[in-house]
C-alpha cells in the first residue's frame, strides 16, 4: 500500500515508539541538564553535547540487556548508569554529589516534553483505533510523562512487561497479543527505521514518521528514508489525515 492510495488500511490497534517519535527527548533533556548544570555552577560544559552524550549511552545499555545476556533492568537503572558515566567523563565525580539530586535528574526521563502535534495527533487517531506506546520506557515511565505531557493513551504497555528492548521481536508480538489483534491489523508509528523493520518483521503494518532532532546520537547514520514504509508523515497529524 502506498501513500497516494486512499483505501482505508485494516488496522485495529496503533502503536507509538515514544522516544523521538511523540516525544523530544534530546530537546528535553538538554533543557533539565541546562538546569542542574547551572545549579552546580559547572558552567564550562555544554548542556546539549553532554544531553547527546547521555543518551547516546542508551542503545548501547539496552543492548546489554537485549543481545548480551544482562537480566532485565528497566530504562530508570540504565539512565541512571549511563548518568555516572558521563558525568565522570566531564570530570564531575558522581560520589560527589547528592544520590538525591542525581535520580532526580535520572527522572528527567519522565518529563519528556511532546512534540507540538503529537496530543492532537493521537487524540485524532484514538477515534478510529486502539493507540498505545510501544517503547522502551517501562510502565511508570510511560504513565508519568503521559500525565506530563498529556499523551491520550487509551492503555500503557511498558518494556517492564515483555522484559525487553526493541527490537526484540517479543515485544511486538507480545504487545499485539496483550491486546489481542492479530500484528497484521496493528501498525507502529516510529521516526526509526530500524523499529519500523523489527515491527514489519513480526507482521505490523508501518508508518514513519518525520523527525529533526529524534536520533540516537548514537545511531546517527541510521537510514532514516521515508519511503521503505506503508506510510509516511510530517507529523502525527498528518498520519491522522492519511489514516
Same mark, same amino acid.
Given at each position: 500500500?502506498?501513500?497516494?492510495?486512499?483505501?482505508?488500511?485494516?488496522?485495529?490497534?496503533?502503536?507509538?515508539?515514544?522516544?523521538?517519535?511523540?516525544?523530544? #527527548?534530546?530537546?528535553?533533556?538538554? $533543557?533539565?541538564? /541546562?538546569?542542574?548544570? *547551572?545549579?552546580?555552577? @559547572?558552567?564550562?560544559? !555544554?548542556?546539549?553535547?553532554?544531553?547527546?552524550?547521555?543518551?547516546?549511552?542508551?542503545?548501547?545499555?539496552?543492548?546489554?540487556?537485549?543481545?548480551?545476556?544482562?537480566?532485565?533492568?528497566?530504562?530508570?537503572?540504565?539512565?541512571?548508569?549511563?548518568?555516572?558515566?558521563s558525568l565522570s567523563e566531564v570530570g564531575?565525580?558522581?560520589?560527589?554529589?547528592?544520590?538525591?539530586?542525581?535520580?532526580?535528574?535520572?527522572?528527567?526521563?519522565?518529563?519528556?516534553?511532546? #512534540?507540538?502535534?503529537?496530543?492532537? $495527533?493521537?487524540? /485524532?487517531?484514538?477515534? *478510529?483505533?486502539?493507540? @498505545?506506546?510501544?517503547? !522502551?520506557?517501562?510502565?511508570?515511565?510511560?504513565?508519568?510523562?503521559?500525565?506530563?505531557?498529556?499523551?491520550?493513551?487509551?492503555?500503557?504497555?511498558?518494556?517492564?512487561?515483555?522484559?525487553?528492548?526493541?527490537?526484540?521481536?517479543?515485544?511486538?508480538?507480545?504487545?499485539?497479543?496483550?491486546?489481542?489483534?492479530?500484528?497484521?491489523?496493528?501498525?507502529?508509528?516510529?521516526?526509526?527505521?530500524?523499529?519500523?523493520?523489527?515491527?514489519?518483521?513480526?507482521?505490523?503494518?508501518?508508518?514513519?514518521?518525520?523527525?529533526?532532532? /529524534?536520533?540516537?546520537?548514537?545511531?546517527?547514520?541510521?537510514?532514516?528514508?521515508?519511503?521503505?514504509?506503508?506510510?509516511?508523515?510530517?507529523?502525527?497529524?498528518?498520519?491522522?489525515?492519511?489514516?
Amino acid at each position: 500500500m502506498t501513500d497516494n492510495e486512499m483505501i482505508m488500511p485494516a488496522i485495529d490497534v496503533v502503536f507509538f515508539d515514544v522516544l523521538g517519535t511523540v516525544v523530544d #527527548w534530546r530537546g528535553s533533556i538538554t $533543557g533539565e541538564v /541546562a538546569n542542574f548544570l *547551572r545549579r552546580h555552577e @559547572a558552567h564550562h560544559i !555544554d548542556a546539549g553535547a553532554f544531553a547527546d552524550a547521555w543518551v547516546g549511552r542508551y542503545d548501547a545499555a539496552a543492548g546489554a540487556v537485549r543481545d548480551d545476556g544482562r537480566p532485565y533492568v528497566t530504562l530508570d537503572v540504565l539512565n541512571r548508569e549511563t548518568l555516572d558515566v558521563s558525568l565522570s567523563e566531564v570530570g564531575i565525580a558522581p560520589s560527589g554529589l547528592p544520590a538525591r539530586e542525581l535520580d532526580e535528574l535520572t527522572r528527567a526521563w519522565h518529563r519528556l516534553k511532546p #512534540w507540538p502535534d503529537a496530543v492532537a $495527533g493521537i487524540a /485524532a487517531l484514538k477515534k *478510529r483505533f486502539i493507540v @498505545a506506546p510501544l517503547s !522502551d520506557g517501562h510502565t511508570r515511565m510511560l504513565v508519568d510523562m503521559a500525565k506530563f505531557a498529556g499523551l491520550p493513551w487509551d492503555v500503557v504497555l511498558g518494556a517492564d512487561l515483555f522484559q525487553a528492548y526493541k527490537p526484540t521481536p517479543q515485544v511486538y508480538s507480545s504487545a499485539c497479543g496483550f491486546l489481542d489483534v492479530a500484528p497484521e491489523r496493528a501498525m507502529l508509528v516510529a521516526a526509526h527505521g530500524y523499529d519500523l523493520a523489527g515491527a514489519r518483521a513480526c507482521g505490523l503494518k508501518t508508518a514513519f514518521i518525520q523527525r529533526s532532532n /529524534a536520533s540516537d546520537p548514537s545511531k546517527a547514520c541510521e537510514n532514516q528514508s521515508r519511503h521503505d514504509w506503508d506510510f509516511s508523515a510530517d507529523d502525527l497529524c498528518d498520519l491522522a489525515r492519511r489514516l
